[in-house]
């Protein structure tokens, strides 16, 4: 059972349906991209726990795999308790949902570093969160997905604002933020990390990404990043999935600056910026070592193929009807590019519609390959 069915959603379907698995696919509207592939879906709020209990019950999963964060995560532990494998696990889930709970477990119980951080709950702690940790300082809501909510303050008549928009833009039931010090990094990197039931830790190789609003705009891998940053990366990464428990991808989320790798963030799925690995750039893509990871087969090895990257395609306006994606034709004729089109019912500004990928050898110019890929996602158009 998929709790969630997007894009990312769609993807983890796919790659389970290639090894005979029974898919449910969950979301709070219809025809949402996963539901395009499995094989039967349901309709509900997933705040709602006993709408997920209801729905539990009535097909009784061997696993649930929560996709998106506006989940009643704590009536996981409940099915954990029933014998239902919880992806990673109800741990992980509860702790990755809620960025106050995976901060303080990262910063102050696992001492990873991180940048200085406050929390708020009203205007007034904001203010005095933001006073403290300094200007420039980044604002997000506690429960948010794709960037929703996230804003850089630099000037001190922007507070009022951006509490005003990480509030209102909160998923789920809970109005608070964090106010995070601004690192002047130079790169921002995923490293996907895959636990696995019987097996080792794995680590794919470093993607970097580029965000607007919160959110990702492009991805490429490899990312160039020196032997001894990308130790310090993983070792904190295992710290991290060690202590949360369970099997499965992790988007370990890192800002690499002169003084060296800070934690950021952390989501115990697939990635977003994870998308390029669709390029064929590894052996197995995201989704495949997730399903992988879920089911307790073996992965032998990750091996980097490519050198590729993902570049964004965004709706620019609102409307309920279903939106036709124009050229199309243009964007494939570009040699060693792919496209993949979610197919959401529906469309609002910046909402992800589309990615478009570019590939080459493992020593290609990777800046080259990202131009290459907003070139192509430049061809399409959301009408």
Same mark, same amino acid.
């Given at each position: ?266 989501? %115990?799925? %697939? ?17 495949? +070592? ?6 307790? +087969? ?50 609002? %500004? ?11 050898? %493992? ?12 070139m192509i996602a430049g061809e399409m158009k959301v009408n």
């Amino acid at each position: 059972m998929l709790l969630g069915s997007g894009e990312l959603g769609k993807e983890f379907v796919i790659a389970a349906k290639r090894l005979g698995q029974y898919v449910v696919a969950v979301d709070s509207y219809a025809n949402a991209p996963a539901m395009q592939v499995a094989d039967a879906f349901e309709i509900i709020d997933m705040l709602d726990g006993r709408a997920l209990d209801e729905i539990v019950a009535k097909h009784s999963p061997d696993i649930i795999v929560p996709e998106i964060e506006a989940i009643r995560t704590e009536r996981l532990y409940d099915y954990e308790k029933q014998g239902v494998q919880v992806v990673p696990s109800a741990r992980a889930a509860n702790f990755t949902m809620n960025r106050q709970a995976i901060r303080d477990l990262a910063a102050n119980q696992l001492g990873l570093k991180t940048a200085k951080f406050m929390y708020a709950t009203d205007i007034e702690t904001f203010r005095n969160a933001v006073s403290k940790v300094g200007l420039p300082c980044v604002v997000k809501p506690l429960m948010s997905s794709s960037g929703k909510g996230q804003s850089t303050i630099k000037l001190d008549s922007e507070i009022d604002k951006a509490w005003e928009y990480a509030s209102s833009n909160a998923r789920g039931d809970l109005r608070e933020v964090i106010v995070e010090q601004f690192i002047h990094f130079h790169t921002e990197i995923t490293l996907l990390t895959v636990t696995q039931k019987n097996g080792p830790t794995l680590f794919c190789p470093p993607i970097g990404h580029r965000q607007e609003r919160g959110d990702y705009r492009e991805s490429w891998q490899p990312c160039p990043i020196s032997k001894e940053h990308l130790l310090e990366a993983q070792e904190m990464a295992d710290k991290v999935t060690r202590s949360l428990t369970g099997f499965g991808i992790w988007g370990v989320e890192f800002f690499l600056a002169d003084e060296g790798v800070y934690f950021s963030e952390l989501s %115990p799925r %697939p990635h977003d910026t994870g998308m390029v690995t669709l390029a064929g750039s590894q052996n197995l893509n995201e989704f495949e +070592l997730h399903l992988r990871a879920v089911l307790g +087969l073996p992965i032998p090895e990750i091996t980097l193929e490519r050198a590729a990257a993902s570049a964004v395609v965004l709706a620019s306006e609102t409307s309920t009807s279903q939106p036709v994606i124009s050229g199309v034709e243009k964007a494939l004729s570009y040699s060693q590019s792919d496209v993949k089109i979610f197919g959401k019912p529906n469309t609002r %500004p910046y909402r992800r519609m589309a990615v478009a990928l570019a590939y080459s050898n %493992p020593e290609a110019d990777i800046n080259d390959l990202i131009e290459k890929a907003k070139m192509i996602a430049g061809e399409m158009k959301v009408n």
